[in-house]
């Protein structure tokens, strides 16, 4: 493949070549490629639907900028062709927007048809196979972006495998040390033609906002997601799907990757220790303390221990949230009433606040590393009938009983209120998105506010072949029924 330099980037000239890997690896192995200061780049835009992602690219931008990465964001679409180019030639990639497995849209197009795609590939697509579409299966192994040391796919299902591909599968074989992406639907802001970025910082965008500040404090890929998913439930009480991520990677350790400092990807060869079971953050032995701030601007004191356990605490002492490995090989040994009993053990006797008369919301399996082992459950408090504004969420490892994350957060709602009905609150998210005919629920709680939170689900949209999820949320006040927020996947 022959590349032009124009401005310090490098442009793809002449017809692309499906070149064997045997032959790409005597031209290139021992050669790195030559790079000067380590390019980010973010893509990100207000869709003709309202999905707005501006500020997300925009912040992480910010943030690459502030370690020395010569930080670039596109926030009015990126074709095909050049968002290809951008991850050919970035250190640090990163997409925000409408996606599905194995695809993720860069542009709108004039239709449907012509909207950009850049997607996995699957073993065969070495070529485009029609107009604005590309493929990361189009990187040549050891060669184009081997040294990208970061790539977000922050979208919906991005982790899935879809009709082109899977994104972790491609990368993990074109050598990029880190992938983050998401394996249900995610959300962000839906917002009105002409809306500032700025007045966006809310769900998805907040949750990206707060992973760019977690990174420049140097914690790894893996904390910073963490910390950001417990953020945004302190501020919204909500996760809106980002608490689903997937870390992937053809390093050993990918959840380990740090962007601080600013330097191009290479072979990481830790081996994380699994997390053992411990009873409190008091019998862990600390080795570093630090300032951090908090989802409000509150200052939090971030600790990092022997044992690899990082945990956040505020400022009279409580816990608010705890990051740990989980292993991932062996038997899991534990079955649902062992972990829910190790659970609620440890939550017991490291949450103030929580009581074993709080409701059980959730409680399921999911992972976040591969091979790993772990439940998920959720808790919250009953007030008038209705989760209350309390939640706390821990995950607990199948193989040794030990706590990998927990999170503590409540809302600011002192008072519960329902004057509207589900009906109403249907109808009331109905008229303010103008929508008679997806499936929609409602769903009561407490946060900030009294709340109804209806979801309106379209089924998929968009471009033959490369639909993305078509759901929109509203959040209506439970007293007046004034529209809150309104964020879409």
Not at 248 to 256: D, I, L, T
Not at 292 to 306: D, I
Request: with cysteine.
């Amino acid at each position: 493949m022959a590349y032009t330099t124009k401005g310090g980037r490098r442009r793809r000239r002449g017809p692309l070549l499906a070149l064997s890997v045997s032959i790409v690896c005597a031209l290139t192995i021992g050669a790195p490629p030559a790079h000067g200061a380590v390019e980010e780049t973010s893509l990100g835009r207000r869709f003709n639907d309202g999905l707005d992602t501006r500020l997300s690219a925009t912040a992480f931008r910010d943030a690459a900028r502030s370690l020395g990465y010569t930080g670039t964001s596109h926030t009015a679409g990126r074709s095909a062709d050049d968002a290809w180019v951008d991850g050919l030639d970035a250190g640090v990639f990163a997409l925000f927007g409408h996606a599905n497995g194995g695809i993720f849209q860069t542009d709108e197009g004039p239709s449907d048809d012509q909207d950009a795609i850049l997607a996995a590939g699957r073993t065969q697509d070495l070529l485009p196979l029609y107009a604005n579409l590309r493929f990361f299966t189009e990187y040549l192994p050891y060669n184009d972006v081997d040294d990208m040391r970061l790539l977000v796919l922050a979208g919906c299902d991005t982790s899935l495998t879809g009709q082109l591909g899977n994104f972790n599968e491609v990368a993990v074989s074109r050598g990029i040390d880190s992938v983050i992406s998401f394996s249900d639907l995610v959300m962000y802001p839906a917002t009105t033609s002409g809306t500032l970025p700025s007045a966006t910082n809310y769900s998805g965008n907040y949750f990206w906002n707060r992973f760019s500040y977690h990174v420049t404090t140097g914690v790894s890929v893996s904390t910073a997601l963490a910390r950001s998913r417990s953020d945004l439930v302190a501020k919204e009480g909500s996760a809106d799907g980002w608490d689903r991520y997937v870390i992937r990677g053809a390093v050993a350790n990918p959840g380990a990757v740090t962007l601080k400092p600013a330097r191009a990807g290479e072979p990481l060869n830790s081996k994380p220790v699994a997390t053992p079971a411990f009873s409190s953050p008091a019998s862990l032995t600390p080795v570093a303390t630090t300032s951090s701030q908090g989802p409000a601007g509150e200052p939090l004191t971030a600790v990092r221990s022997a044992e690899g356990v990082e945990y956040r605490t505020a400022a009279d002492g409580s816990l608010f949230d705890l990051v740990g490995t989980p292993s991932t090989s062996g038997e899991a040994l534990l079955g649902a009433a062992e972990v829910r009993a190790a659970a609620e053990e440890f939550v017991g006797r490291n949450v103030a606040a929580w009581g074993p008369d709080w409701e059980l919301v959730a409680e399921e399996a999911i992972s976040h590393v591969e091979g790993d082992a772990v439940t998920l459950l959720r808790w919250r408090p009953t007030e008038a009938g209705h989760p209350g504004a309390r939640e706390v969420t821990v995950e607990i490892d199948r193989r040794t009983g030990a706590v990998t994350y927990l999170s503590a957060t409540h809302g600011t709602a002192d008072t519960t209120g329902f004057a509207l009905t589900a009906e109403e609150a249907l109808a009331a998210a109905r008229a303010a998105i103008g929508d008679q005919r997806g499936t929609a629920i409602a769903t009561p709680d407490t946060w900030n506010a009294s709340r109804w939170t209806v979801t309106v689900d379209r089924g998929l949209t968009g471009r033959p072949g490369a639909e993305t999820p078509n759901v929109e949320r509203v959040e209506l006040d439970a007293r007046t029924g004034d529209v809150l927020s309104r964020t879409k996947s």
